[in-house]
């Protein structure tokens, strides 16, 4: 065994706002639906504009529907950062949320 975590990359739209825009995000990007033991890895370089209602939503699916270990952020706007880990804050998954750099997150 060599200790690897498996990884799923989603990249988020350059507008991302309703809590609907995060099932059909999965759906297009094939992302499996259950994630248990990998890590998400969320690419946000492209992201202008993310709202509350879509970060709350993404942190739910990722994490509590799906099981991932981890939601890992990687070039997001830092507000959009903050929606994410308040989500995760309200939902009792924080420690489950990190935001690295591409080259830390190894991609």
Do not use: W
Request: hydrophobic share 50%; charged share 25%.
């Amino acid at each position: 065994m060599t200790g690897e975590v498996a990884m799923a990359q989603v990249t988020l739209p350059r507008l991302a706002g309703t809590r609907e825009a995060v099932t059909d995000l999965f759906e297009a990007q094939a992302i499996s639906p259950r994630l248990s033991g990998d890590m998400l890895v969320v690419l946000g370089r492209e992201l202008a504009s993310g709202s509350t209602s879509f970060a709350d939503e993404l942190v739910k699916v990722a994490i509590v529907d799906r099981g991932a270990d981890e939601l890992v952020l990687v070039g997001a706007p830092g507000r959009f950062i903050e929606h994410v880990q308040g989500a995760a804050q309200r939902r009792h998954v924080a420690d489950r949320v990190k935001v690295r750099s591409a080259a830390e997150a190894g991609i």
